[in-house]
């Protein structure tokens, strides 16, 4: 059976010649056992008719917000609360800026602002529209509230042009869905806040002591935890890597930017995972103009403690959070692991060899132990974003859900 088999999909088609694509839409949703509720703009019933999308999808095709019911209830409303996903394809550059900004002025941008549900976007329009700054900004907007995107895609288009704008293919769109669908939403009410990647400690203005951490952890946990539902912070040192969709960033630089973050963030959370690499030292005093060479003289740092960001969070722990944290090791990883557990005040801590072929810095696999008090579960090679999959599963077994 599918994974789609009695979900329930709001397609919003819009006026673009590729609306002829959605009607392979409905009909793969339809095979996989999806109802489907079509919403038409008026424009787009200029290139597809109603009735097309309503022998499709077996339902009534909406295209006019002021039309009588077949039943009485208020349709944008009844609509927008039945989807498990509202998928707008294609979505022109009107309707992606009307959902940026909130305007709701047919059916289709009325039901999509009324909807809880997750919104997957297929955009498709002129490669000048779709370059446009104000197209991209809009783009944007939605991304950083959560919205999924699949294309566009490059190649000749209707217009003429060659370039981006083409709508993805239908089976790309029923592959996004799936995907989607596929991922539950148990952790949906919760907020949570991740860290990651390295600090950078200051030596003068331009010098300055940090680790390998690529971050690249904390993010596939961020990445993780928005997908299933909840509210993400993610407070982050400097990385070279894209922030997860629909995820609030808070970049840090030093180990104090990250205490203070946390400070402030932390009575907030339902769970709380550090898997930043803070730095352990700093220097005792940062030189104001940079440190010259003075041939080959020794040039001797005074470095002191940082902050333990972990232990400080453990000590304000609220009842009702869920504390994990992360030790990255390279000798007697569990007995090392269990002190910080205890010491951090932590329910469950992540543990790692970074000696270890495929569990060390800056690659996409890891292998870890996770350790709680229960006792130690060891972990086979397997990709970050498993990883944080799993984490979580545990997380929400330690919290009895």
């Known amino acids: 059976m599918s994974v789609l088999s009695g979900k329930t999909v709001v397609l919003g088609v819009t006026g673009g010649i590729a609306a002829y694509k959605s009607c392979e839409i409905v009909s793969r ?18 290139f597809v008719t109603p009735m097309t999308f309503e022998t499709l999808s077996n339902n009534p095709c909406v295209n006019d917000t002021f039309a ?16 498990d996903l509202f998928v707008i394809a294609p979505a022109t550059a009107n309707i ?38 104000a197209t991209q900004e809009n783009c944007r907007v939605l991304l950083n509230r959560g919205v999924h995107f699949v294309g566009p895609e490059g190649g000749f288009l209707a217009c003429g042009d060659v370039g981006a704008g083409r709508m993805s293919e239908p089976v790309q769109i029923v592959a996004k869905i799936e995907e989607i669908l596929s991922c539950g939403q148990d952790m949906a009410g919760l907020k949570v806040l991740v860290t990651a990647g390295p600090t950078r400690e200051a030596l003068d203005p331009v010098r300055f002591v940090t680790n390998r951490s690529s971050g690249r952890m904390g993010y596939a946990l961020a990445e993780s935890a928005q997908k299933r539902g909840a509210e993400v912070t993610l407070v982050s040192g400097p990385v070279n890597i894209p922030a997860p969709r629909g995820v609030k960033v808070v970049p840090v630089q030093s180990t104090d930017d990250l205490y203070n973050a946390m400070m402030a963030l932390a009575p907030e959370q339902d769970i709380i995972v550090q898997s930043a690499a803070p730095a352990d030292y700093k220097a005792e005093v940062i030189a104001p103009q940079k440190m010259k060479k003075q041939g080959d003289e020794k040039l001797i740092l005074t470095l002191v403690p940082t902050q333990d960001v972990a232990r400080a969070v453990g000590e304000m722990k609220k009842d009702g959070q869920t504390l994990i944290g992360f030790a990255a090791e390279t000798e007697n990883l569990h007995a090392n692991a269990e002190k910080k557990l205890d010491r951090k005040n932590l329910d469950m801590i992540v543990a790692n060899d970074v000696t270890r072929p495929g569990a060390g810095f800056d690659v996409d696999t890891n292998i870890a132990s996770i350790l709680t008090d229960d006792g130690v579960e060891d972990l086979p090679l397997m990709k970050k974003t498993e990883l944080a999959d799993v984490i979580f599963d545990r997380a929400l077994k330690l919290r009895g859900k």
């Open 29 to 46: 949703l339809r095979k996989a056992g999806v109802k489907v509720h079509v919403i038409m703009t008026k424009n787009a019933c200029e």
């Open 68 to 83: 009588r019911p077949e039943r009485w209830e208020v349709e944008h409303v009844a609509l927008a609360k039945a989807a």
């Open 96 to 133: 992606i800026a009307k959902m940026a900004h909130g305007i709701a002025d047919d059916m289709l941008s009325t039901t999509v602002l009324a909807t809880r549900a997750p919104i997957l976007v297929a955009p498709a329009m002129n490669t000048g529209m779709w370059e446009n700054v």
